[in-house]
């Protein structure tokens, strides 16, 4: 199928676990669900720095937990992957400096409160949430299937019986052509990077140049016929149609992958928070997720605005949804709430009527949002990678705390993508 001239494209891209950035997600979010887990009221603001055989966890607590920096450090980078010390950067080997030191009186002034429901926010800011129609978990195409390839990708490395070079370091793009009217047609480009070991070396005359050559076909030939199959075949029949021959398919463009994560590049939380959304969609008020309890509203405001837009689309009020709220420093109600349907609205009235609707249906109050989707809880690390939004809501019972005096808590995942508001909003709407 040709390119429709009238028709335009749209690229999102997806980074791995094993991304350096995603690796300092993932331990900020990991140490923040230790101290959630042990002590529900805990303030934390965690950043982590990865570079080559070093890791640095600064930021601000204030918290009656104790938690084992360590050893919580160690078993997150061994469960991505980075456990062999050719990686150059080992779990067991890696240093660990903590720079974590109590957090601000002053900031802690302006969110705590006599009254819980009352509670300020954590910082001035706006948040945004999005919603359309254009998959299963309204999340946008391009987006959803840059996650898909690797998290498959991921799922065969750690299987170790096909593409057994694979290491955790990479990367995805990809590019959906769209009709004038915004429906998703067919995918047009898909790349992939993914950092690998050197699994053929010169010998018996072969120049460096050629061995890296014979690599490049090998990885080619499985992304094709081994990642891109086991991927389609996860899909409903209208996406698995948009595949064709016509496809672009880039493998490891610089030709050679095999220095990689913290060692090839230093990682530092939040700075993939446009993976972590909506792929460049919907908009975003630039702050970062992880490492964040829920009294900042970069995150729990974010999380809620997804909620509504999730719940106004799959109610039928518009196809596409996009949230904006905004707060001042220590003051519990939002100065600000809108509704953005992007003239995609079901309902015969303006974003503005639909946004003060909104109002009545959903609590913005930080306090509020913490209690409806029961963010003070330790369900944080999993959100760390392949995106916080589209996810699937579940029930699991995770671990924490010193090897000799671990604690179990039975948590509710990814609460923020429940279309549990469904029937509220079609009775204020009418529909």
């Known amino acids: 199928m040709k390119e429709n001239s009238r028709n335009y494209l749209f690229t999102s891209e997806s980074v791995s676990e094993g991304h350096p950035?995603?690796?300092?997600?993932?331990?900020?979010?990991?140490?923040?669900?230790?101290?959630?887990?042990?002590?529900?009221?805990?303030?934390?603001?965690?950043?982590?720095?990865?570079?080559?055989?070093?890791?640095?966890?600064?930021?601000?607590?204030?918290?009656?937990?104790?938690?084992?920096?360590?050893?919580?450090?160690?078993?997150?980078?061994?469960?991505?992957?980075?456990?062999?010390?050719?990686?150059?950067?080992?779990?067991?080997?890696?240093?660990?400096?903590?720079?974590?030191h109590e957090q601000s009186a002053d900031i802690n002034r302006g969110v705590e409160r006599a009254n819980a429901d009352e509670q300020g926010a954590g910082d001035q800011g706006m948040m945004f949430g999005y919603a359309c129609d254009e998959t299963a978990n309204y999340m946008p195409l391009a987006l959803d299937l840059s996650h898909l390839l690797l998290r498959e990708l991921a799922a065969i490395r750690r299987e170790g019986s096909e593409m057994t070079y694979l290491r955790p370091d990479a990367k995805s793009q990809v590019t959906i052509e769209y009709t004038p009217e915004h429906e998703p047609v067919r995918v047009h480009t898909i790349v992939i990077s993914t950092q690998h070991d050197e699994f053929i070396e010169p010998a018996d005359g072969m120049t460096q140049e050629e061995a890296d050559e014979r690599m490049l076909a090998v990885i080619k030939k499985d992304v094709k016929e081994i990642l891109l199959p086991r991927v389609i075949a996860q899909l409903p029949e209208k996406v698995r149609d948009?595949?064709?021959?016509?496809?672009?398919?880039?493998?490891?463009?610089?030709?050679?992958?095999?220095?990689?994560?913290?060692?090839g590049d230093t990682g530092l939380t939040g700075?993939?928070?446009?993976?972590?959304?909506?792929?460049?969609?919907?908009?975003?008020?630039?702050?970062?997720?992880?490492?964040?309890?829920?009294?900042?509203?970069?995150?729990?405001?974010?999380?809620?605005?997804?909620?509504?837009?999730?719940?106004?689309?799959?109610?039928?009020?518009?196809?596409?949804?996009?949230?904006?709220?905004?707060?001042?420093?220590?003051?519990?109600?939002?100065?600000?709430?809108?509704?953005?349907?992007?003239?995609?609205?079901?309902?015969?009235?303006?974003?503005?009527?639909?946004?003060?609707?909104?109002?009545?249906?959903?609590?913005?109050?930080?306090?509020?949002?913490?209690?409806?989707?029961?963010?003070?809880?330790?369900?944080?690390?999993?959100?760390?990678?392949?995106?916080?939004?589209?996810?699937?809501?579940?029930?699991?019972?995770?671990e924490f705390g010193p090897s000799n005096a671990r604690i179990k808590r039975e948590v509710e995942l990814f609460t923020w993508e429940k279309t549990d508001m469904i029937d509220k909003v079609k009775e204020e709407f009418g529909i």
């Open 242 to 263: 948009m595949f064709d021959a016509d496809m672009v398919l880039h493998v490891n463009p610089t030709g050679k992958f095999v220095i990689g994560g913290p060692h």
């Open 271 to 398: 700075r993939k928070i446009v993976v972590d959304t909506y792929g460049g969609r919907g908009a975003h008020g630039g702050g970062a997720f992880s490492g964040k309890d829920p009294s900042k509203v970069d995150r729990s405001a974010a999380y809620a605005a997804r909620h509504i837009a999730k719940n106004l689309v799959a109610a039928g009020v518009a196809r596409e949804a996009l949230v904006q709220v905004a707060y001042a420093i220590g003051v519990a109600e939002p100065v600000s709430l809108y509704v953005n349907t992007r003239g995609s609205a079901k309902v015969n009235l303006t974003d503005g009527e639909i946004s003060e609707r909104v109002k009545k249906i959903f609590d913005m109050r930080p306090s509020a949002i913490e209690k409806r989707l029961k963010l003070r809880a330790p369900i944080y690390e999993e959100t760390a990678a392949y995106g916080h939004m589209g996810r699937v809501p579940e029930i699991k019972t995770k």
């Open 21 to 100: 950035d995603k690796v300092s997600d993932q331990i900020s979010d990991a140490v923040l669900d230790e101290f959630l887990a042990q002590d529900p009221s805990s303030k934390v603001a965690c950043e982590t720095l990865v570079t080559t055989g070093q890791v640095v966890v600064a930021g601000e607590v204030k918290s009656e937990a104790y938690v084992d920096l360590m050893s919580t450090v160690r078993r997150v980078i061994d469960r991505i992957g980075y456990n062999r010390s050719e990686l150059k950067f080992d779990a067991q080997a890696c240093g660990v400096l903590s720079a974590l």
